[in-house]
C-alpha cells in the first residue's frame, strides 16, 4: 500500500517537461503566426477597400464636373449684363482653358453655384487636389495646396488623353496632340503670362480678364476640338503585406460646346 502511495506522488522527469515545454512552444508559435497573418488580412483588405473608395470618389468627381465644362450659367438667366462673353462678342470662352496630360483647367458653372468660375484638376506631389478659382488669377493655376481640396492622398499617377472628331472621318476619334511644351495649344500656366496685356470682357461692374498669351481663341482650337477625356488614375500604398495598387480609368463625354 506505501508502495503504490510512492507511485502516485512520483513527478515528471527533466526530459518529460523540456518536451512538453517545446510541443507548447510550437503550438503557440502556430497560433500566433495564424494571429499576426489573419491581423495582416484584414488591415491590407481594409486598407485596400479604402484605397478603392478614395479612386472612386475622386474620379466620381472630376467625372461629374469635367462633363459640365463650358456651362455658363450666366448665359441662362434673365440678366444679360452679366452674359460670358457679352451679347455680339467673337471671342470664344474656352471651356478648357489649360490641358496637358497630368492637369486638367476647365471652365463654366461645375458645382450648382451662382457663378462660372476656373476648376483645376492636378497633381501635387501624392495628392490629388481640386482648386477653384477666377481664370485670371495666378493661383488658380499654381498646383499647390493654397485653396485647394485634397481629394485623394496616395496617388501614384494621373493621366489625361483627349480626343477630338477625326476630320477625315468625323465618325471616328483621333488622340489630339500636345504642343512641344506639353499643353494643348501650347496654352501653359500659371496664368498663361503673368502681367502680360488682356483682354477683357464686361461682366456687369467687373472684368473678366483673359490673359494675352495666347489670347482668347476667335476659331476652334485644339482645346475646343475635345470631344472626349479619358482619365486613369491610380493609388498605391504600402501595406505589411506587399504594395497596394488601385487603377482606375473613366471616359468623359463634353456636352457643352462653346465655340463650334
Known amino acids: 500500500m506505501t508502495q503504490r502511495i510512492q507511485r502516485s506522488h512520483k513527478g515528471f522527469t527533466l526530459v518529460e517537461v523540456l518536451i512538453s515545454a517545446a510541443i507548447f512552444s510550437v503550438v503557440l508559435l502556430a497560433v500566433y503566426t495564424v494571429f499576426i497573418w489573419s491581423q495582416q488580412t484584414f488591415t491590407s483588405g481594409t486598407r485596400r477597400q479604402d484605397n478603392q473608395q478614395g479612386a472612386r470618389q475622386a474620379m466620381d468627381q472630376m467625372v461629374r464636373q469635367s462633363r459640365m465644362a463650358g456651362y455658363i450659367s450666366e448665359n441662362f438667366d434673365t440678366d444679360t449684363t452679366n452674359d460670358i462673353p457679352p451679347t455680339g462678342s467673337s471671342i470664344i470662352v474656352p471651356r478648357i482653358f489649360m490641358a496637358s496630360s497630368t492637369a486638367l483647367a476647365i471652365f463654366g458653372n461645375l458645382d450648382g453655384s451662382t457663378t462660372s468660375s476656373l476648376f483645376l484638376y492636378c497633381l501635387n506631389g501624392t495628392q490629388l487636389l481640386a482648386k477653384k ?4 488669377s495666378a493661383s488658380s493655376y499654381t498646383c499647390t495646396g493654397t485653396g485647394g481640396d485634397v481629394i485623394a492622398d496616395n496617388v501614384s499617377s494621373l493621366a489625361f488623353t483627349y480626343y477630338g472628331l477625326d476630320a477625315s472621318s468625323p465618325r471616328n476619334l483621333t488622340q489630339i496632340a500636345f504642343a512641344g511644351n506639353g499643353y494643348l495649344d501650347g496654352a501653359v500656366a500659371p496664368p498663361f503670362n503673368i502681367g502680360a496685356a488682356t483682354t ?14 495666347p489670347t482668347p481663341p476667335t476659331t476652334a482650337d485644339n482645346r475646343q476640338a475635345v470631344r472626349i477625356i479619358r482619365v486613369q488614375l491610380t493609388i498605391s500604398q504600402n501595406s505589411p503585406m506587399q504594395t497596394q495598387a ?3 480609368n473613366s471616359t468623359i463625354e463634353l456636352r457643352n460646346n462653346t465655340g463650334n
Open 246 to 248: 488601385i487603377t482606375m
Open 200 to 213: 477683357a470682357i464686361t461682366k456687369a461692374a467687373n472684368a473678366l480678364s483673359f490673359p494675352a498669351n
Open 133 to 136: 478659382g477666377a481664370i485670371d
